[in-house]
C-alpha cells in the first residue's frame, strides 16, 4: 500500500482535462475549429451513415507539443471522414488531455453522421 505522502505525490504530479465540443453542420472542404462558422448549403443535408475517428499524440518530456500536433492535424482529420460527401451533420469532438511530469498525451476523438446532399428534381 502507498503511503499518504506518495499518494498525494502521484495525484500532483499528474492531471487529466476533457473537453466536448459539438457541430450540427461542418462543409468538410473550410472547417476551422476556432473560427467555425455554420455552413449555408444551397440544398438540405440529410444524415446518412456514420463515421467516427479516434487519434491520439504523445510527448515525453519538451521534445515534441502533442497539443500544437493535434490541433495542426484536426482538418485534415474532419477532411478524411465519411469519403465521398461534402458535408458532416452532428459532429462530437472529444478531446482528452492528460499528463504526468515526464509524458503528455493529447487525444482527439470525433463521431459524426455523414451528410448527403438531397437532390432537386
Do not use: H
Request: hydrophobic share 40%; with cysteine.
Amino acid at each position: 500500500m502507498l503511503p499518504m505522502k506518495m499518494l498525494i505525490i502521484l495525484v500532483m504530479t499528474c492531471s487529466c482535462t476533457q473537453k466536448y465540443a459539438d457541430f450540427d453542420l461542418i462543409r468538410k472542404v473550410d472547417f476551422n475549429k476556432a473560427s467555425y462558422e455554420r455552413p449555408t448549403p444551397a440544398t438540405q443535408v440529410m444524415a446518412q451513415g456514420r463515421d467516427e475517428l479516434k487519434e491520439c499524440f504523445n510527448q515525453w518530456l519538451f521534445f515534441s507539443n502533442a497539443e500544437a500536433q493535434k490541433e495542426q492535424r484536426t482538418p485534415e482529420f474532419v477532411r478524411a471522414l465519411c469519403p465521398g460527401k461534402d458535408y458532416l451533420v452532428n459532429t462530437a469532438f472529444t478531446e482528452t488531455w492528460w499528463t504526468t511530469l515526464f509524458f503528455t498525451q493529447s487525444c482527439i476523438e470525433i463521431k459524426t453522421l455523414c451528410g448527403d446532399v438531397r437532390r432537386t428534381k
